[in-house]
């Protein structure tokens, strides 16, 4: 970069100044970007360590003085109360959000090939169909989905709440997914057909790794959404022992509203499985897998 | 090995017609080489033997089967692709064996037919590199190492030398060719290089638009080619071809330029040129077959060179003539210059006519 600018910029300062100016424009932004999304957390974190009396403080103190880990020993506690509810909506959550990313997975894979691959009467009508969805706020469909599970019976279950976060996630996730079958040559396929392959062999053992990513990255999203989601589970769930995290920190934390080291704690807890996550899978991201598949 | 019969095969997309009543008859161990165009169905006409498109009508036969509607896996059938397809999560050795794995061969005879494969294609080095760590020629020996591990009824291979150098074109063409001599194997191959089905195929089958043109050995298609496409299509440089206009008189023909020479032809060619439905006649004449004079000789034509271009071994001259550019060729020790004056003697025993209406040759009884 900095031999580039050099190169243009002899003789011509004005040139220098302008190019300069984006970087360190561009820096300044992402420093900003940072800090924004930082800080936050990192308030979180510095609150979490407190005691309930520090926490209160004003003007408040920027370091713990004296750092504690009591929150988070209470909230991983099996045998007090607050302990017991935190494991168990924490449970809760995982179970939702797995069920819900599984679903996904097994679902848009077969339908975002279908799209990419397939000709069928009506396939841009669904393909579109199924986008129209996020057109609205999710908020539209609380009551209308509400009477539909009341119907059919699954209203305090956690099935509600999965089949839910299907019909919110699956759209983005086909989209995302067919944009990688269509990146991956059909003559792969082909060949692998006249290697002695079926269609679906030919789908698991060639198609399906090359699509790695793509199926890395909707696996996430959904896990993300479902773990992150509040309203539906607000609405859907009233039994205390069924509350997903997100309602369940906010519930039980309502009665004790002082205890803001408990909540940072226990939304700090919350963030970890995401982190992991993200940590763990990243470097799927980063490789173009068809790389030498084809003549370009 | 079998033979291939293709009967009648019309493939369309939607009102466009790819591939138009094609019949094909390729002998048990014959290398047929399908060539034309880019566009005019080569490709298409593979996918359909392979499987990999369904006919819109006609039948293909391998053996004496029928296998319009088998699978691609029960063709029994090996295919080179023309963007090489290499499975990129695999390594080369994995790329090789991949056909043997699914066809459930023993381990330790896998390991034999890819390792004999690899020394074939001398790429034993790099049994262990990912298709992006190869040059493009490296992948495109992959590609057809692919398809020669097996043993299959029919190798299609589609352009597999478009992308090597000079050097390793003719080396890999005769690496194909002795495979075909030793295995005896039945081979479609694709290729818009003309001289390439010259060299190799036993027989040739010419396509423009989706039409099967012509269908002969490279001799025959060489010597009568069966109408304008073809005879300009198949040779380098392409066969001259003059619009002229014939006249008939006393047991003769003239062929007559509107730049006002005339040509009287040979009996037999008179013969040819009074089968014509139209006055309007195409001679055509390879270079090799035209004299190049440097002063009036009877039954020459005047002509003017108008490019020069030495290749060392030959020199080509173009030169105008009733509008069209003949080509000649000369021994490199005769000079000419643009836009010297010359004459051009035709090799009636050699030259080609064509119904400039129908576009198809002249022949004699
Ligand atoms: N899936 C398709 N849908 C519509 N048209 C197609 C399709 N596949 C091929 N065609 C058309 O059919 C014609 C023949 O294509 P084909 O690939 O067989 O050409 P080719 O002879 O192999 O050419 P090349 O030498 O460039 O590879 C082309 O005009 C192409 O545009
Ligand atoms: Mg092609």
């Known amino acids: 970069m900095s031999t580039v600018s050099e190169t243009i910029s002899r003789g011509q300062p004005a040139r220098r100044l302008r190019i300069d100016g984006w970087r360190w424009g561009g820096r300044a932004f992402l420093v900003f970007m940072l800090l924004y999304t930082a800080l936050p957390m990192i308030w979180m974190l510095l609150t979490s360590i407190k005691s309930g009396f520090a926490a209160?403080?004003?003007p408040p103190q920027w370091w713990p003085d004296q750092p504690t880990l009591a929150s988070y020993q209470k909230l991983l506690d099996p045998q007090n109360s607050v302990g017991q509810d935190f494991l168990r909506f924490f449970w809760n959550s995982l179970i939702v959000s797995t069920a819900t990313t599984i679903l996904s997975v097994i679902v848009a894979v077969p339908a975002a090939y279908a799209f990419s691959r397939f000709t069928f009467p009506g396939r841009n009508f669904l393909f579109f169909a199924v986008l129209l969805r996020n057109m609205f706020p999710a908020v539209i469909f609380l009551v209308p989905l509400f009477i539909l599970m009341r119907a059919i019976g699954l209203v305090n279950t956690h099935g509600s709440l999965v089949l839910t976060y299907l019909t919110f996630g699956l759209p983005l996730a086909i989209w995302l997914l067919k944009g990688f079958y269509d990146n991956i040559p059909?003559?792969?396929?082909?060949?692998a057909r006249i290697d002695g392959a079926t269609r679906f062999q030919a789908f698991i053992l060639i198609v399906m790794p090359l699509s790695a990513p793509g199926i890395i990255a909707t696996a996430i999203y959904s896990f993300i959404g479902a773990w992150n989601e509040y309203i539906y589970a607000y609405t859907f769930l009233s039994k205390n022992e069924q509350l997903t995290l997100p309602v369940g920190i906010q519930r039980f934390f309502s009665e004790n509203t002082t205890d803001f080291p408990g909540l940072m704690a226990a939304s700090f807890m919350m963030s970890v499985p995401v982190v992991v996550l993200f940590l763990l899978l990243q470097r799927y991201f980063v490789r173009a897998l068809t790389e030498g598949a084809v003549k370009h | 090995m079998a033979h291939v019969v293709l009967k009648d095969l019309v493939k369309t997309y939607g009102s466009f017609k790819a591939v138009n009543e094609v019949s094909l008859t390729i002998n048990d161990g014959e290398f047929v080489a399908l060539v034309g165009p880019s566009g005019c169905g080569?490709?298409?006409t593979l996918n359909l033997v392979a499987g990999l498109t369904s006919a819109t009508s006609g039948d293909i036969f391998i053996g004496d089967r029928?296998?319009?509607d088998l699978d691609p896996k029960d063709r029994d059938i090996a295919m080179v692709f023309q963007n090489y397809a290499l499975y990129p999560q695999k390594s080369v050795y994995m790329n090789l064996a991949f056909p043997l794995q699914m066809r459930k061969l023993p381990k330790g005879e896998i390991d034999r037919k890819v390792r004999e494969a690899a020394r074939v294609l001398d790429?034993?080095?790099?049994?262990?590199?990912k298709p992006r760590e190869l040059s493009g020629g490296q992948q495109q020996r992959v590609a057809l190492g692919?398809?020669?591990v097996r043993d299959p009824a029919v190798f299609l291979m589609d352009e597999p030398l478009s992308n090597l150098d000079a050097k390793l074109r003719v080396q890999m063409r005769s690496e194909i060719k002795r495979f075909h001599q030793d295995l005896k194997a039945t081979i479609i191959y694709v290729t818009h290089d003309q001289l390439e089905a010259v060299t190799m195929a036993d027989r040739m089958a010419v396509m423009n638009g989706g039409y099967l043109q012509q269908y002969d050995s490279p001799a025959q298609v060489f010597a009568h080619p069966a109408n304008m496409f073809v005879a300009s299509f198949v040779g380098s440089p392409a066969m001259s071809l003059i619009p002229l206009e014939a006249s008939m008189g006393n047991g003769g023909a003239v062929?007559?330029?509107a730049e006002g020479w005339s040509l009287e032809l040979s009996p037999r060619n008179a013969q040819k040129v009074a089968r014509a439905t139209t006055k309007k006649v195409v001679l055509g004449a390879r270079h090799s077959t035209i004299k190049l004079h440097k002063s009036a000789v009877p039954g020459a034509i005047p002509a003017k060179a108008y490019t020069v271009e030495p290749t060392g071994d030959v020199?080509?001259?173009?030169?105008?003539?009733?509008g069209a550019i003949v080509n000649i060729s000369v021994s490199p020790n005769i000079a000419v210059t643009p836009d010297e004056q010359i004459w051009l003697e035709f090799d009636q025993e050699r030259m080609h006519l064509f119904d400039s209406e129908t576009e198809m040759a002249l022949e004699a009884n």
């Open chain 2, 123 to 129: 790429m034993t080095q790099l049994l262990e590199r």
């Open chain 2, 42 to 44: 080569k490709t298409t």
């Open chain 1, 186 to 191: 059909v003559q792969l396929e082909q060949a």
């Open chain 2, 146 to 148: 692919r398809a020669l």
């Open chain 2, 255 to 257: 062929l007559t330029s």
């Open chain 2, 66 to 68: 029928v296998v319009n």
């Open chain 1, 56 to 58: 209160m403080q004003f």
């Open chain 2, 315 to 322: 020199t080509f001259v173009q030169a105008l003539l009733s």
